[in-house]
């Protein structure tokens, strides 16, 4: 394919990656490609969150693990190409001396003993207060990237900044659809971004404020605190998958004038994320009704607890106390309040009458 071709079916893939987000990693080998580069990344930063795709997992993966390493806000590269790249692409020795790449921890830690470390990169701003970043890299020995390189890459630059837009729309159109079908379902529902802030709520959603949920600037917030404590832990694993994220289900009493209900958090991962890209969790309140007794399936799918503690916790609340339960259990008094413990844990209340309360509410009317 001749250049001028090879150029116009690129532009044609950014558009068409901005509607199928998975067409991304295609997209950005001929980006790299069109640079002599060996792979490209795209990144979002908002707030300081960085989210990547690039042209294949293992650079991802090299790039993330730098992140995780240097973060994004004290990495001396990615600051100098925020201050610098807002008008076209630039290169490494746009921002850096000789002297001070043989000093720079990024490249000398990082980039170069992993086959990297010659960049060419821009930064384009959106009015939503986001950032992209479009970057293509190659080893440091190749040395720096060429000016007919560089023209070409500026010449996608228009390009890539109405695709983030559109890309951006599609994402807030997505979320807002998700939360209209859950409303037309009965369900409150809100989709969070990957810092737990609201990026669109339902009606049903938004009779819960304030008087269960606060749309914070931050991030949203529960107004019952050990609901509030455990979202908090549920959003700061968004981004970290090597966080473990045992409590999806965040329980809460009847608690001033307000119904039971549970809040079901749904952390938006994998393939799911081409489709939500800025989301980072889809967040659901059900409201439950008293009813007679819990069903311990029921109980360990809304609670995240184990079999065991589901056990305990239905015999518990048909009524009773630990040392009859461990003997209808066949478990020791010892064992029975010990997992009674990490029941009170994740169900987020304090005593064994919030515990019999809460799990007589989950099951619906009778």
Excluded at 43 to 58: I, P
Excluded at 96 to 114: N, W
Excluded at 205 to 223: I, N, W
Excluded at 262 to 276: K, M, N, Q, S, Y
Aim: with cysteine; proline share 6%; aromatic share 6%.
């Amino acid at each position: 394919m001749a250049g001028n071709e090879f150029e116009n079916a690129l532009i044609d893939g950014i558009y068409e990656a901005a509607i199928v987000p998975e067409s991304w990693p295609v997209v950005l080998r001929d980006t790299a490609r069109i640079a002599n580069c060996r792979e490209a990344l795209l990144g979002t930063v908002l707030h300081d969150d960085v989210r990547l795709l690039a042209s294949s997992q293992e650079f991802r993966v090299d790039y993330e693990e730098i992140l995780q390493r240097i973060p994004f806000a004290v990495n001396e590269r990615a600051q100098r190409l925020l201050a610098r790249g807002r008008h076209g692409f630039i290169t490494d020795e746009d921002v850096f001396s000789d002297d001070e790449i043989a000093q720079e921890p990024v490249y000398q830690e990082f980039l170069i003993p992993s086959g990297y470390g010659s960049g060419v990169a821009t930064v384009i701003s959106a009015p939503t207060g986001d950032t992209t970043i479009v970057h293509c890299e190659r080893s440091f020995a190749e040395g720096i990237v060429d000016v007919q390189a560089i023209a070409a890459l500026d010449r996608l630059r228009p390009h890539f900044a109405r695709a983030g837009l559109l890309g951006r729309r599609l994402a807030m159109e997505r979320a807002r659809a998700a939360s209209q079908a859950l409303e037309m379902m009965g369900l409150p529902a809100a989709v969070l971004g990957l810092r737990g802030h609201v990026l669109d709520a339902n009606g049903l959603f938004q009779d819960l404020m304030p008087g269960v949920f606060l749309d914070r600037a931050a991030r949203l917030t529960l107004t019952y605190g050990p609901a509030h404590d455990m979202l908090a832990t549920v959003i700061a694993g968004f981004e970290r998958a090597d966080l473990p994220q045992l409590v999806r289900s965040l329980p809460i009493p009847a608690w001033r004038g307000t119904s039971p209900m549970v809040v079901h958090i749904a952390p938006v991962r994998g393939r799911a994320r081409d489709i939500f890209s800025f989301a980072g969790a889809i967040i659901v309140a059900t409201p439950v009704a008293a009813g007679a007794g819990p069903d311990a399936g029921l109980i360990a799918g809304l609670f995240d607890l184990t079999p065991a503690e589901a056990r305990l916790a239905a015999t518990i609340a048909a009524g009773h106390p630990p040392r009859d339960a461990a003997e209808r259990l066949g478990v020791t008094e010892a064992t029975a309040r010990t997992t009674l413990k990490r029941i009170l844990a994740k169900t987020g209340t304090r005593r064994q009458a919030d515990l019999v309360g809460l799990l007589k509410s989950a099951v619906g009317p009778s």
